[in-house]
């Protein structure tokens, strides 16, 4: 059990309204990741951490921010949702010395 | 840029038998880890093997193992004596490691065991 905890694990909101999704950890690894799911498409990264308060960008950011302040929480943060941002948010945690990511259980979001 | 194909959006097997999924990759990097990953109707993404790519023999866990051709930048799956419970959305994934470990997915296969 890699101890990460995805919150809400389900959102219903209405297109415009500001959403914010968090990932907690609790083993103290510096690297954490935002990823989106959709049919069709696989995984796709969103933006990832390097640190507290260290963030870049993945392949599908436009719309997207994140926010690290503290070395256990990652928040990804729709500012206006849109209907294209309905999907599963997956978070996850990187073990650098062996290359794979441990995910979080998911997050469902649909945008009415 | 690096990419990940999977040709494969389903497949069948029955309990029991043998089923290899393909992916293909893309990349210009030399040193590299590539995953198999398992995502069950619960949603929980489950990590199934690794291959590094310097190793040159071919990674094995239990029923699992993968068919690594490094010159094709090809990592099959095969999964042996399918059960029931290997029904799920098998994802390959790439990752050029280096301190980020950004992992590039492919876009899944959907295996179903009949019984």
């Known amino acids: 059990d890699a101890g990460i905890t995805q919150s809400p694990r389900h959102k219903v909101t209405e297109t415009g309204t500001p959403v914010t999704l968090r990932c907690h950890q609790t083993?103290?690894?510096?690297?954490m990741y935002w990823y989106r799911q959709d049919p069709g498409h696989g995984l796709r990264l969103i933006h990832y951490s390097y640190g507290v308060k260290d963030t870049d960008k993945g392949e599908v950011s436009d719309g997207y921010s994140v926010s690290r302040s503290k070395t256990e929480d990652f928040l990804l943060t729709l500012e206006s949702a849109t209907s294209s941002q309905t999907s599963v948010y997956f978070c996850?945690?990187?073990?650098?010395?062996?290359?794979?990511?441990?995910f979080g259980e998911g997050s469902r979001l649909t945008v009415l | 840029a690096q990419t990940v194909t999977q040709s494969q959006p389903e497949m069948s097997v029955q309990e029991a038998e043998t089923v290899t999924l393909s992916c293909t990759y893309d990349?210009?990097?030399?040193?590299?880890?590539l995953f198999w990953y398992k995502q069950p109707p619960s949603r929980q993404m489950i990590l199934v093997i690794r291959?590094?790519?310097?190793?040159?023999q071919n990674a094995t866990e239990n029923r699992f193992s993968v068919n690594f051709q490094k010159a094709a930048k090809s990592f099959s799956l095969k999964i042996s004596d399918s059960q029931l419970g290997d029904a799920a959305m098998y994802f390959c994934?790439?990752?050029?490691?280096?301190?980020?470990?950004?992992?590039?997915f492919g876009t899944g296969t959907l295996l179903a065991v009949q019984p």
């Open positions: 994934a790439y990752t050029g490691g280096g301190a980020t470990n950004k992992l590039i």
């Open positions: 083993e103290n690894h510096r690297y």
């Open positions: 990349t210009s990097e030399s040193d590299y880890y």
């Open positions: 996850a945690i990187s073990y650098t010395n062996t290359g794979e990511l441990f």
């Open positions: 291959q590094e790519a310097y190793k040159q």
